[in-house]
Nanobody, 126 residues
Framework: QVQPVESGGGLVQAGGSLRLSCAAS????????MAWFRQAPGKEREFVAA????????YAADSVKGRFTISRDGAKKTVYLQMDSLKPEDTAVYYC???????????????????WGQGTQVTVSS
């Protein structure tokens, strides 16, 4: 069992930056990948970025490429989402997710991830 716990959300002006953190507790040696998703009011949850734990290979949605960076600290069992050049449309609840099974091409699908955090609110004002 892996329990992701997010932190770092808040209110920021457009063009600003925030860094989200997600600490994984529990049976962390079983983690194959971790990811960030987000859900804006009235919209479905969408993929933001993912990271394969062992290789550190990363993936990002087109909407955040060049602005958001996912990384990890293995010693702290923590994954980060550095968000720069934030836009009002980035406003959402951001969720951290983890999986113990890597399914390759399904990295952007929330169905691949069995462990979810409680979410953290990010609000970008214009």
């Amino acid at each position: 069992q892996v329990q992701p716990v997010e932190s770092g959300g808040g209110l920021v002006q457009a063009g600003g930056s925030l860094r989200l953190s997600c600490a994984a507790s529990g049976r962390t040696p079983s983690v194959a990948a971790m990811a960030w998703f987000r859900q804006a009011p009235g919209k479905e949850r969408e993929f933001v970025a993912a990271l394969r734990w062992s290789s550190r290979i990363t993936y990002a949605a087109d909407s955040v490429k060049g602005r958001f960076t996912i990384s990890r600290d293995g010693a702290k069992k923590t994954v980060y989402l550095q968000m720069d050049s934030l836009k009002p449309e980035d406003t959402a609840v951001y969720y951290c997710a983890a999986t113990s099974v890597w399914s390759g091409s399904d990295y952007y699908s929330d169905s691949m991830y069995g462990y979810w955090g409680q979410g953290t609110q990010v609000t970008v004002s214009s």
